[in-house]
């Protein structure tokens, strides 16, 4: 049993934020109110001894429901030297996240619901965050058979995608589309022509040209953002638009909802973060797909966050071993770890600095994510599962390899101070996290 | 002037002092070029690795003529007879390099930035000889070399660079510099090979070469890759020659005394036509010579610094 007082508690799902006492009991939130003194805690829990009941202090932090991140590659199965499930839920844990949706391009790709459950059964060994397995849309992310679709929802998938690689044949995307009808996930796209995109390794423009990097046009996602809205329309599918970076594909989208199409997208904290200018040549850190934006696409990114045409962030965490990223810029992989380092970048940039109130911030990483994908979670209400937050917005941290749960190391905060942490986590009503480590779970 | 530089990666971080002391040192380098006996004690001792991951005949043997003319000693590291086959990383090569203690790396690599990685990781000096799409910045001092020799100054003259001018580091690095010369650039190719994005280069680009050419002192032809032609970025070698080629009849339209470059090796009868490569006009084989006392310059002022006065 929880008691933590004089909070402030931000629940985008009922609409609150303000001062209260939260109380827990077997795993759940059992209520939520102002000032609560002994004996009503006591009539609450129907306890008589108050010693039973852990209290903890909020005053000055915040407590949010258990941040629910949609995007994340924990590379189990297959490439576990730079990550696994158990390293990025941990990590997921220690940065805010109680649910995560783990990305199917492993080695094998999560294309069978034996797979999916793999995944779902490694995340409840590690016993941190809950892990959510992404199946792949085709059969060894070939982009030519659908896989099981009901099968694998079955064993637990909340969605499908290709990602990494984006599904080229616009006829199987529509049958796609078409077919997880059935099973009420949607369809996570991963939009990248690849003809376009060809092998270049960064935004298109002044900047690349200057660096001699191969450029990635805008129109590379963009053009199969509005492919994909197109076939979500036509077939009444379900889609969800991964990691958008561009202004055409934000406006794309807007069009799209205000036609009735099912769409929702997301964005990711360094494409608002970080922009086209901040690459450089040995930076292989900032070298992630979709690549970096132009400040342009940048300010319509934050414009579709404050007019809701972006649905959520997501970090797209992808983990990178040193040595694969100690290398030229062109010749390092796409990624950027995340999941540690991104609430408090999100919180001391965006937050602080005005471009999104807290409120948002929460809403767009517990309730909007939980209502898309049909997860339990992404709120406090009263009855629900005590995924919970404890957030210090003065907490200052300099981010260390040694510090971070995750295996890599491919930050672009690595060295620097961050403020802005959770301080505990729990889930289910476990605690998982204080002050910055982790709880080792009986 | 006192040079303070480890690493020559670039011109972006070069000032035009710095240029010009560079071409200032290569005009006693190129006398030794002409001596029945070019060899000097200035470098005896310092070792010069060539670490070439890039097929390169000229670059190589023009800067191991020059570290040998110096009298470092040159280890050629080149990719078909080492461990890089093997999948040996740039960080793993530059790490063995670091631990043989060598005074200078020249390294050309097809990766953008793989110079400055290196020279981030050694504490030896690293001389850029070319990355990528990058830079290649000795190829643009040689040029400077040579339009200064032939012209006397950069204010005010108009040089036109022409080709694939997306892909080149050559054009590329010769732009920044030009600039800082006082020069006056035009760049000009079809625009599927200068893109807009070109226009962070800050000079004047044309898609019509023959409205560019009137009053140019210096028109520099590029390498055509003739793959690109297969990758879908120009129709045909042909059109492209008909439209970009330099010829005598089409020189003409300078009229003057233009100066025609190319950096080599050059397509014949595709961005040059035989005629005027062999020219009076032409300048390619003195670039040549150039490229070996620019070098020269560059090692010394590099890894020559505190020793005796080079020219004995």
Known sequence: MLWIKNVTVIDPAQDLSGLRDVLVQEGKIS?????????????ILGIEQIEKVKQIEGTGKYLFPGLIDVHVHLREPGQENKEDIRSGSRAAVRGGFTSILAMANTAPVIDQRALAEFVRLQGQRAGMARVYPVAAVTK????????????????????????????????????????????????????EDSDLAGSGSMRRGEVSAR??????????????????????????????????????????????KAMGIDVTCEVNPHHLLFTDQDVTLTGTSLKVNPPLPSEEDQDALLQGLADGTIDMLATDHAPHTWEEKAKPFAEAPFGINALETVLAAVWQ??????????????????????????????????????????????????????????????????????KGFPIMTWVGGRLVMENRKIIPQK | MKWKHKDLLDLENLTAEEIKHILQTAIPMKEILRRPIKKLPTLRGKSVVLLFYEPSTRTRTSFESAAKILGADTTNFSVVQSS???????????????????????????????????ADVLNAGVINGGDGQHAHPTQALLDYFTIQDRLGSFEGKKIVIVGDILHSRVARSNVLGLKKLGAEVALVGPPTLLPPEMSYLGVKTSHDLDRELPGADVVMALRLQLERQQS?????????????????????????????????????????????????????????????????????????????????
């Open chain 1, 140 to 191: 060894g992310f070939k982009g030519q058979e659908l896989v099981e679709m009901m099968d694998i929802r079955a064993g637990g998938a909340v969605g499908f995608s290709d990602d990494g690689k984006g599904i080229q044949n616009a006829e199987m995307m529509r049958l796609a589309l078409e077919y997880a009808k059935m099973t009420g996930c949607p369809i996570i796209s991963h939009c």
């Open chain 2, 84 to 118: 890089v086959n093997k999948g040996e990383s740039l960080l793993d090569t530059a790490k063995t390099l670091q631990a043989m203690n060598v005074d200078l790396v020249i390294v050309r690599h097809s990766s953008s930035g793989s110079a400055e990685f290196l």
């Open chain 1, 349 to 418: 940039n965006l937050a602080t600095g005005g471009k999104l109130t807290s409120e948002q911030v929460v809403k767009l990483w517990s309730v909007n994510p939980a209502r898309r994908f049909g997860l339990a979670g992404g709120t406090l209400q009263t009855g629900a599962a005590a995924d919970m937050v404890l957030f210090d917005s003065e907490y200052r941290e300099t981010v260390t390899a040694d510090s971070l749960e995750s295996k890599a190391q491919n930050t672009p905060f690595l060295g620097k101070e961050l």
């Open chain 2, 232 to 312: 879908g970025l120009f129709p045909s070698i042909r059109e492209y020659s008909k439209l970009y080629g330099l010829n005598q009849e089409r020189i003409q339209r300078t009229e003057k005394d233009t100066i025609v470059m190319h950096p080599g090796p050059m397509n014949r009868g595709v961005e040059i036509a035989s005629d005027l490569a062999d020219s009076v006009q032409s300048v390619i084989e003195e670039q040549v010579t150039n490229g070996v006392a620019v070098r020269m310059a560059l090692i010394y002022l590099l890894i020559g610094g505190g020793v005796a006065h080079v020219v004995d």
């Open chain 1, 31 to 43: 209520a939520i109110g102002e000032n609560f003194q002994v004996r009503d805690v006591q009539t």
């Open chain 1, 211 to 256: 660096l001699g990097l191969r450029g990635i046009p805008a129109s590379a996602e963009s053009v199969m953002v509005a492919r994909d809205v197109l076939l979500a329309g036509e077939t009444g599918g379900k889609i969800h638009i991964a990691h958008v970076s561009t202004k055409q594909s934000v406006e794309i989208i807007r069009t799209a």
